[in-house]
C-alpha cells in the first residue's frame, strides 16, 4: 500500500492552527466571507512577514 507523507514542519502547523482559529472565530461570530478573506490574508502576510531574512545593512547597524 502507497504511503503519502507531506512535510509538515512546525511553522506550516502553527500556520494551520491559525486558520482553523479563524475559520472558528468566522463560524461563531457570523463573520461574512469577506472578513473571513481578509483575516486570513492577513495572517498569511504576517507568516510570510516573518519567515524573511533581515536586510544586511540592519544587521550591519545593529552589530556596531
Do not use: N
Request: net charge neutral; aromatic share 14%; with cysteine.
Amino acid at each position: 500500500m502507497p504511503t503519502f507523507w507531506i512535510d509538515f514542519g512546525t511553522k506550516d502547523a502553527i500556520l494551520a492552527i491559525a486558520i482553523i482559529i479563524i475559520l472558528g472565530m468566522t463560524i461563531f461570530f457570523h463573520w461574512s466571507a469577506g472578513e473571513f478573506i481578509i483575516a486570513e490574508c492577513a495572517v498569511v502576510i504576517a507568516f510570510y512577514g516573518g519567515t524573511l531574512k533581515q536586510d544586511k545593512r540592519i544587521t550591519d547597524k545593529e552589530k556596531k
